[in-house]
């Protein structure tokens, strides 16, 4: 089984769509800490302006009005908990598309030589599920680190690296962790529902659609509880990695992590099951 997830391993990282994938994410970290280093720098106050206001029925007032000094140096110690987040969400989409491709792409050119060398379709099913998860997981890491140094560069050459320490790095780890996890559950239910698409299109227009679909169902009562429990929500909850409990409607009303870790690990069970049951009764040529 390793020398079989090894092989899809390979298989995964060779595809065009994935190599794109990847270039495509490192390019928009690059663009971004670009456009942060270009910006960096304080803006100064400027001088008090005399403003006259009046109102119907009262005096003139004349404050005076001043624009406090902006601080836009990059400062990686404080600001890339938040680029992690965000990031998170943009590979969780890219995951879904590189995950869909492992099995969808397949179907009509080398599936039928794959099943000649492993007959075992379950056995087979189980090893790319696996090696989509891993491939995403480690492609999320490479981009987020790359991010991380990036912002740690451009922070010391025209910002701060205060409070990059020892701590801030063991969070920052667990946050990268937390995102790769996110991504390859994203990829691994990609996979499993290309079982049934047979086509990457149709996977990822499936995705779209539920992403649609809960703008609509967070408007009725009945649709909360359909977007609290579908897997698009907690894997949301996931990569974003914090709740706001104030809030009824943030990500459909989930508002714990360990309840959106075991809401997806629940749909990748379910979908790798279904997945893998059907890939058993399709006529593969």
Same mark, same amino acid.
């Given at each position: ?31 971004? %800490? ?5 910006? *960096? ?13 009046? %109102?119907? #029925? ?18 990686? #110690? ?7 987040? #965000?990031? %998170? ?52 890491? *490479?981009?987020?680190?790359? *991010? ?10 025209r910002g701060s690296t205060a ?87 943030f990500f459909g009303g989930l ?31």
């Amino acid at each position: 089984m390793t020398r079989l997830v090894g092989t899809e391993l390979r298989r995964f990282f060779a595809r065009r769509t994935v190599r794109g994938l990847l270039a495509f994410a490192l390019g928009l970290v690059a663009f971004i %800490n670009v456009v942060q280093f270009a910006r *960096a720098g304080t803006t100064p106050a400027t001088a008090p302006q005399s403003v006259t206001f009046s %109102n119907p #029925g009262s005096e003139p007032v004349s404050p005076f009005v001043t624009s406090e000094p902006q601080d836009r140096r990059p400062k990686v #110690g404080g600001t890339f908990e938040g680029t992690i987040r #965000g990031v %998170n969400m943009a590979l969780v989409v890219l995951a879904f598309v590189a995950g869909a491709t492992l099995l969808a792409a397949d179907y009509g050119a080398s599936l039928g030589t794959q099943l000649i060398f492993e007959p075992r379709r379950v056995r087979l099913f189980a090893a790319k599920w696996l090696a989509a998860g891993i491939g995403a997981a480690l492609l999320t890491l *490479a981009v987020l680190t790359a *991010a991380g140094a990036a912002q740690w560069v451009i922070s010391a050459a025209r910002g701060s690296t205060a409070g990059v320490d020892a701590a801030w790095l063991g969070h920052r780890a667990v946050d990268e962790l937390r995102g790769a996890g996110a991504c390859a559950l994203a990829a691994m239910l990609a996979l499993a529902v290309s079982a049934f698409t047979r086509r990457t299109v149709g996977t990822v227009a499936a995705l779209f659609g539920a992403l649609i679909a809960v703008r609509f169902l967070l408007a009725v009562s009945w649709g909360r509880t359909v977007v609290r429990l579908s897997p698009t929500n907690a894997l949301w909850g996931v990569a974003y990695g914090r709740f706001e409990s104030k809030n009824v409607d943030f990500f459909g009303g989930l508002h714990t992590m360990a309840g959106a870790w075991f809401l997806t690990l629940v749909w990748a069970a379910a979908t790798l099951v279904a997945g893998a049951w059907w890939f058993t009764r399709q006529e593969i040529r």
